[in-house]
């Protein structure tokens, strides 16, 4: 074994490394992912389409889940046992406090609160509300979360006709068919209806007039302006600018989504988002805030110092599998191979003590000889210890490799044996 220890020790390292291996290889990262959008044809599933494009480059799989809206979405997400492990979230939503469990790749774009009403509707504020059919979203939506917090607010609920809670493809064309008065969307400035309603005659984009006591009031509200002419400049549509409130939208993950996931979704949220609009300058998204939600450290380390190394410079897969060699070969590298060395040396220690405790005896036998009396006891007592360690000599159990010092030893013990009979003959005479 000592002759080939060198092969063994190189033998028992790797196959350390292939254990290991095979345990990591289950933690590498999943194809399959599933992200909680909106309802089909909404702004929020159009861009789950686009992150679906991105993350496919890399080989994986990104399914989308028509939702809602913001608040089934995050309770997708709360539920582990939902299978979601992505979604797109409103700002500001009731509930948010509570983030157990999940946490925000960053903010990606404005979402204004939308108010299209029929162009016979005259006035401005929660009066032009007063008997109307009203569309404020479904149930789970962002929408309608943000539409009954502010008609709480402003009182106006009590005054509204009758509340609908249509999605907002189905908002947009009973709108326009004249069903009914009034339709609040939350969605982005891109979203296909805000440009159908914005491009027809038959209806009006209303400002908020208290814009500025809602953004005092919600720390999570913006103010953002749609200016002037901006839909159709040559029929100066909108005619003036339009006040809106508007939330920013966050990209969710739950926390045990495997960082490396983590990263390709910022990348595609940093191809998708940075683009200008009329609301943001070009690569304001996506932006290091936390509206609701704490940032990730991976978010977080993104931000700050772009992506790690590995990432940059090597294909996702590829990247994250040697990210888990290396955290896997420093412990072996560093602890498992120096100590295969050692253990060669321990062991040649371990046997070689035994016999080199022996000769510790041996040697006190030795030194006591000169001085003990010729015919007393002190000698025989000499002769008794040295009988002793001889017959501990014979039983001694060693390896092949250490009987010569074993052989070695005995021819000792008999050289000292000699001596005591010579002293002892000598004092005797």
Known sequence: MRNHWPTITIAVTAAAIACAALVLLRSMPPHRIIMATGPEGDAYYEIGKRYRAVLARS??????????????????????????????????????????????????????????????????????????????????????ALSLELMKRTGSGRRIGEVLALPPQSAGERLLSGEIDVAFLMTSWEAPVVQKLLADDRVVLAHFPHA??????????????????????????PPADVVLISTKASLVVRKDLHPAIQYLLLIAAAEIHSAPSIFNRAAEFPAAEAIDIPLSGEAL????????????????????????????????????????????????????????????????????????????????????????????????????????????????????????TRHVTKKSE
């Open 212 to 237: 500025d006591a809602f953004v005092a009031l919600y720390p999570f509200l913006k103010k953002v302006v749609v200016p002037r002419g901006v839909t159709d400049i040559g029929k100066d549509q």
């Open 59 to 144: 080989n994986i799989e990104l399914q989308l889940l028509p939702t809602a809206g913001s608040v089934e979405n995050l309770g997708m997400l709360r539920d582990p046992h939902s299978g979601v492990r992505v979604g797109l979230i409103q700002g500001g939503i009731p509930g948010a406090g509570d983030t157990s469990g999940v946490e925000s790749l960053g903010t990606l774009f404005y979402e204004p609160l939308w108010w299209f009403h029929k162009r016979e509707i005259v006035g401005t504020g929660p009066e032009a509300l007063s008997g109307r059919k009203v569309s404020i979203g479904p149930p789970g939506s962002g929408t309608r």
């Open 301 to 420: 380390r993104f931000y700050k110092s772009g992506l790690p190394f590995l990432q940059e410079h090597f294909p996702f897969w590829m990247a994250a599998l040697i990210g888990k060699l290396i955290i896997l070969l420093i412990p072996i590298i560093g602890v498992l191979y120096p100590m295969m060395r050692f253990l060669p040396r321990l062991y040649d220690w371990l046997m070689r003590s035994k016999v080199l405790r022996m000769y510790g005896e041996l040697k006190l036998i030795e030194d006591e000889m000169t001085t003990a009396d010729a015919a007393g006891r002190d000698v025989h007592e000499l002769v008794s210890r040295l009988d002793r360690l001889d017959e501990q000599a014979n039983r001694l159990k060693t390896p092949v490799a250490y009987m010569s010092m074993l052989y070695v030893l005995r021819d000792h013990i008999a050289l000292v044996r000699e001596g005591l």
